[in-house]
């Protein structure tokens, strides 16, 4: 179970930084003015990177990771929520494989002892 929680992990933090990456294409392209796209996309990047060390601190069986990456699914499941919220269809496609996820994440933290 420690390896399926990582490979989830691993999974959220690699789409997570695409997803951040796509964003300042995204604003280039568009000339946005809404904010700066470069500092939320560092922000979305540095919260990518979280998500890779909690989940590989996790695989190697350190017991400091188990709370934030429950607190890290926990968090993939509100953003599902709202994703199925949407009214598009790929907005709910997201947010159905976001909420699988982090149910399958929390599913393997929970069924993964406690190392001593």
Do not use: H
Request: charged fraction near 10%; glycine fraction near 8%.
């Amino acid at each position: 179970m420690r390896t399926l929680c990582y490979r989830i992990g691993l999974a959220q933090s690699f789409i997570l930084a695409i997803y951040a990456i796509s964003l300042v294409i995204a604003a280039s392209q568009l000339e946005s003015t809404l904010g700066s796209p470069v500092v939320e996309t560092i922000i979305y990047l540095l919260f990518a990177l979280a998500i890779y060390f909690v989940s590989r601190g996790f695989n190697r069986a350190q017991n400091w990771a188990r709370t934030p990456y429950l607190v890290i699914q926990m968090f993939g499941i509100i953003v599902a929520y709202t994703l199925l919220s949407g009214n598009d269809l790929g907005y709910r496609i997201a947010g159905l494989l976001v909420g699988l996820s982090s149910v399958f994440g929390i599913y393997g933290l929970v069924k993964t002892p406690i190392e001593s």
